[in-house]
Structure formats: C-alpha cells, structure tokens
C-alpha cells in the first residue's frame, strides 16, 4: 500500500464518508472486488505482508473510494513485481515455534478500534499470520498490544497442541512458545500480572495470556520494533520498512534474535 494510507468508510470527524452512488458503481465496474479477490488469495497464500492492507482494502467493500481502487492497483503492481518469489522454509530453519506479534495505535474513524496482527514462525517461515481490526477498543498503545498478544498466544497454543498430538519424534514440543512484541508495558503486564491504572479497565479474557505464561504455554519477550516482523500487520509502512522486514517474514532472512526473559 502507498505509505500512510488510511482507508476507512468515515471521516476522520466520525461522519460516514459521501460519495456520489455513480462514483461507486463507475469503481466497482473496472473491477475493484475482483482485484480485492485475487489480492486476497495471494494475502493468505504468499504475500503475508500485503495482509494489513488488504484489510483496508475490504473495509471499504461496499463503497470503494478512487484512493482505495489507486491502492489497490498499487498492490497490484507490487505483487507483479514479486511474482518469482513466496514463502520459503528450511530444514536448518527455528524448530522451536516464534510467534511475533504487534498492534497499531491508530484508531479507524468511526469505532476508534485500532489494527493488531501476529505470525508464527516454523522451519525459518511463516505458517500462520493475521492482521485484522481489534474486537475491542484499547485505552493506550500498550492495551493494544495486550490484546494483540492475547489473540497471538491462542494461535501458539493451537499450534503446539497440535504438534504435541502428532508426537513427531525429532522434537520435544512442550517447550514453552517465545512470543516478541516490541511494547514492555505490555509484556511487563502479562508475565508479572501487574495491576495499573492504565490496565485497570482491560477486559478480562484478556488475561489468559497470564494463565499461559504460568502454565509455560507461551514466553513473552521483548523484540525492538525495527526487528519486529510482525510490523507490517498494523499499519501501511513505507518501502524501506517493508523491505527490512520482509526476508525475515517470509523465509528469505533470519529470524530476529531471542532475548533474554524479562527479569522476574
């Protein structure tokens, strides 16, 4: 997506977005939701980091704007240009799962819910990734990224079990998931329980991902923001960000170091 695009079906004031109904039918019959489509099925297949901006690329489904079909035939010419390459694996690649996770703190105009995301890393690639709006409305950056770490350590558990079951005999998968998010309050939060006015008001769902740490499903860490993979499922980043990120996303860098548990 070009740098900083925010697409949204309201103003930043909070008022639904006009547009003249011709405008939208004149979109809509060059082919936007085809595009979107087939974007979509490149997204979930191939190109992780073309997943935060495909979620504002469907956000506005119904009545596309002239900046969201530019978007998306910008995409277009991105893939295009990335189309002898994919996701790649490796058998010297992490047997330990990595699960890499991020929230943004910029709010849609309307709900004022902020964008999350987080992919798990297996054999040097991704195997599961996501980037979507929150369920809920966070009061800071870091309940945010709390609630980006709750839904990151559901997807780790799923994936250890998983792996428990299949006893594989190479590996002993009751390890703890490293999970790295790049925000400390947060991850101070979930491993000492701690207790502020700033997370007073968190949902308690939210806290499961206390109840994982204590039962050594998943260890959260903290990984620098510029490492942080999972940077481009929150917002729309410029090209050298993109292309920093992207060889350790998808297969073709490495993983960014494991730090050092915070101290207890």
């Known amino acids: 997506m070009p740098a900083g ?7 930043v004031d909070g008022e639904r977005r006009e547009q003249d109904e011709s405008v939208t039918a004149e979109i809509k019959a060059a082919g936007y939701m085809h595009i979107v489509g087939t974007l979509l099925w490149m997204s979930r297949n191939c190109y992780p980091e073309i997943a935060q901006g ?3 690329l469907c956000s506005v489904m119904s009545k596309p704007s002239q900046e969201a079909y530019d978007a998306a035939l910008h995409m ?13 694996f490796n058998s010297k690649g992490n047997w330990d799962l990595l699960v890499l ?17 987080h992919v798990v890393m297996f054999a040097g690639g991704p195997i599961s990734w996501q980037s979507k709006k929150a369920q809920h409305i966070g009061t800071s950056s870091s309940h945010n990224e709390y609630m980006a770490a709750f839904h990151a350590a ?8 998983l792996l428990i079951e299949l006893d594989l005999p190479m590996y002993d998968w009751n390890k703890p998931v490293v999970m790295l998010g790049d925000n400390d309050q947060a991850t101070r939060w979930a491993t000492h329980g701690m ?6 008001s968190v949902r308690m769902n939210y ?15 903290r990984v620098p923001t510029e490492l942080n993979t999972s940077d481009v499922f929150t917002k729309t980043l410029g090209e050298d960000s993109i292309y920093n990120l992207r ?10 170091p494991v730090p050092e548990p915070l101290p207890t």
């Open 5 to 11: 695009t925010f697409l949204s079906m309201y103003t």
């Open 54 to 56: 495909l979620s504002q």
């Open 76 to 88: 277009i010419k991105y893939v295009f240009e990335q189309k002898d390459r994919g996701i790649r």
């Open 101 to 117: 996770y991020d929230a943004s703190n910029k709010m849609d105009h309307f709900d004022c819910k902020a964008f999350a995301g």
């Open 154 to 161: 559901k997807e780790a558990k799923w994936i250890r079990d």
């Open 195 to 200: 207790v502020s006015t700033a997370n007073k």
């Open 207 to 221: 806290h499961w991902v206390q109840e994982c740490i204590r039962d050594g499903i998943v260890d959260m860490r």
């Open 247 to 256: 060889p350790g996303l998808t297969g073709y860098g490495d993983l960014p």
